[in-house]
């Protein structure tokens, strides 16, 4: 069924080089079901964000202005999740995601999105299958990451690569004692994969980092957080700096409840170089990393501490030794939760991207933003009638000394199956409020 549209005008912003190279903004797109945004990509400076419209799958572009230029919806089965998005190097779009949880499936559009091909994969004993995490390396081919379910070992860490052409290449997975998951993955220059996720003990999680080889095996980088200085902990996003050196990013959960988001450097053979936390007394929990062509690392994430709604965007920026630039908060009375991903753009600025349920007519809404990424651009934006505050952040940045101890899981090729899917797609009219930030 076609979605209703409506927009709010924006305001061009003209910045340093005397042309126009796109506004700062906040919007809320959506229809009248449950919508959450989840990835973004960019090539030639236009915009793709991917998620979910109520129970399809969603891609959305727009220019750096923030004017969509095409909705598509796409219909896989019951229930079709879009976890992540990438464009390659001709501006074709590559998606990983699942079919309500039964398959991963990932996909290519054209620059349109148009479906070129979709594949799914799943595990053959049993129904619960994930992918969460994409990425291109350096032929264009996608390598994605999640897990997939046995019978005997529970959730699996996953990886597994296709052609351009939509070929299986392989797959690897990795088990230990109970559950195993893998998030957001990154790739290095020599297209070694690094796969952050959790493995699981006697029922508490402990964050993971597992590097594997172009051609799918697992290195000697294998590593998890030892137990005993926190209760639990999870990595959920990794990237690589232009030195090579890794930085792994989520949440560790210390003694008292509370939840810090935390930050880790080590080099490309897993040492710790070193480590950050940002601090409250609610729950402050990192979602995605990227890093800038000076080695600026940029963190986004959620928190329940600071702000005015129960949740808030969190979003920082460290230098390279760890120093901590600039923190903010972005949020509402609502609920607005950075379940996505953020992404830099070659113009400064930072999209970053979740949801609210404070706005629209859906129980909640595509929150996107494109904001400066020198931390500026604070103040109160009224979008439907619901103010945004995007404000600084008052966080305590703590520096732990966590240890990393060797992890040795079983891996091998997964036993799963994998075949063609047939996946509908139809052009789609969100509605649209957008505002722009000054």
Not at 376 to 393: E, L
């Amino acid at each position: 069924m076609p979605l209703l549209t409506a927009k709010c005008s924006i305001v061009s912003n003209t910045m340093g080089g005397g042309g126009s190279l796109g506004s700062y903004w906040i919007q809320v797109v959506g229809d009248t079901t449950n919508d959450v945004a989840r990835g973004v990509t960019l090539y030639n400076n236009e915009i793709y964000f991917c998620g979910t419209f109520g129970t399809n799958g969603g891609v959305l572009k727009t220019d750096l202005d923030g004017n969509i230029l095409w909705c598509k919806t796409y219909t896989a089965g019951t229930n079709y999740t879009i976890a992540a998005i990438e464009a390659d190097s001709s501006g074709n779009l590559y998606t990983a995601g699942y079919d309500g949880g039964v398959n991963w499936v990932v996909g290519k559009l054209d620059n349109n999105g148009s479906g070129i091909w979709h594949r799914y994969l799943g595990e053959t004993t049993n129904s619960t299958d994930r992918a969460f995490g994409i990425n291109l390396n350096s032929s264009d081919e996608p390598v994605l990451s999640g897990f997939v379910t046995n019978s005997s070992t529970g959730t699996d860490i996953a990886i597994a690569k296709w052609s351009t052409s939509g070929v299986l290449s392989y797959t690897q997975q990795a088990r230990d004692f109970d559950a195993e998951q893998a998030n957001r993955c990154a790739i290095n220059a020599s297209d070694y994969l690094l796969v952050p996720g959790y493995r699981s003990i006697s029922g508490y999680n402990y964050a993971s980092m597992i590097v594997f080889a172009p051609s799918g095996t697992a290195t000697a980088v294998k590593y998890s957080l030892s137990a005993g200085s926190f209760a639990q902990s999870q990595f959920n996003a990794a990237a690589v700096d232009s030195n090579g050196d890794y930085y792994w990013m989520g949440v560790v959960q210390v003694f008292d409840g509370t939840n810090d988001l935390y930050l880790l450097k080590t080099n490309s053979s897993g040492s710790i170089i070193w480590q950050r936390t940002l601090e409250d007394t609610g729950t402050e929990i990192g979602q995605s990393i990227t890093v800038d062509a000076s080695n600026n690392v940029y963190v986004a994430g959620y928190t329940t501490s600071q702000g005015q709604g129960s949740n808030e965007f969190v979003i920082a920026k460290f230098d390279s030794s760890g120093t901590l630039l600039w923190q903010n908060v972005l949020g509402s009375v609502g609920n607005d939760v950075n379940l996505g991903y953020l992404e830099l753009d070659d113009y400064d600025g930072l999209v970053v991207i979740g949801y609210t349920g404070a706005t629209g007519s859906g129980s909640n809404e595509w929150l996107l933003s494109r904001l400066p990424t020198d931390g500026t651009g604070q103040g109160t934006y009224s979008i439907d009638g619901v103010d945004y505050v995007y404000q600084t952040a008052t966080f305590t940045v703590g520096t732990p000394t966590h240890t990393l101890s060797p992890w040795s899981p079983t891996t091998n090729s997964a036993n799963v199956v994998e075949g063609s899917l047939s996946v509908i797609h139809a052009s789609a009219s969100p509605i649209q409020y957008i505002t722009a930030v000054t």
